[in-house]
């Protein structure tokens, strides 16, 4: 009975808050009735065919994302990074775990994470990467290690064009924190992979102290050439 009145109850409360605040699909931003995602978008997410890349990259020794970085995922993780909808992270977790599934299983000691600077994190109130490195480990019973910490806040490395300037940009912005990492193989967590230069640059931190490999784990890849319209 009281199991009863508990799920009446949650269901008034559900009504009363679509009333005021309606549910919206995270990826389209569409109104719908519940859940996370409208039925188009659960069918039509940009998969990649292959969850593994090479990425490119100097210091990284293999890298995997789920999606590529356009249409619903690209509008999904700039809700989740710049309209704080932090509980996106629980939701992108499970996708990310099947990367570590397919290609990762058996290879790491610990997960990780890219940290962000104290003002970007006063500024959006939550650090992306560490949440959904937490989401991640939660899976696993274990929980996200703070390998790193940014000891420059350099400019977003969205605002800057080619590799190279986003290479020097971001370069020796990060020491690692104090964990000992000799001899560990670590899953190092970020939210998008474009040009690899700063997952790369925290992989170069990671090995100088001693990590033996370092793999990279994102929700999303950009694609090296943008689709024909």
Known sequence: MKQNKAGAIKKLADKILNIFWPATCMFCNQPI???HSC????????????YGFSGGTAFLD??????????GIRNAVKLYKFRKRSWYAREFAPYMDQCIE????????IISFVPVGPKRLKQRGFDQAYLLSREISKMSGTKPVRTLRRV????????????????ANIFDAFAVSG?????LDIILVDDVFTTGATI??????????GARRVYGLTLAKTRMFRKKK
């Open 33 to 35: 009735e519940s859940g």
């Open 39 to 50: 039925f188009k978008c659960s069918f039509s997410l940009p998969y990649r065919n292959t």
């Open 200 to 209: 790369s640059e925290c992989a170069r931190v990671l090995k100088t102290a």
């Open 152 to 167: 420059v806040e350099t400019r977003p490395q969205s605002s800057l064009c080619g590799a190279a300037s986003r290479k």
């Open 102 to 109: 397919q290609n990762l299983t058996g290879k790491y000691d």
């Open 179 to 183: 964990y000992d990492v000799e001899g």
């Open 62 to 71: 293999e890298c995997c994302a789920p999606f590529h970085y356009e249409d």
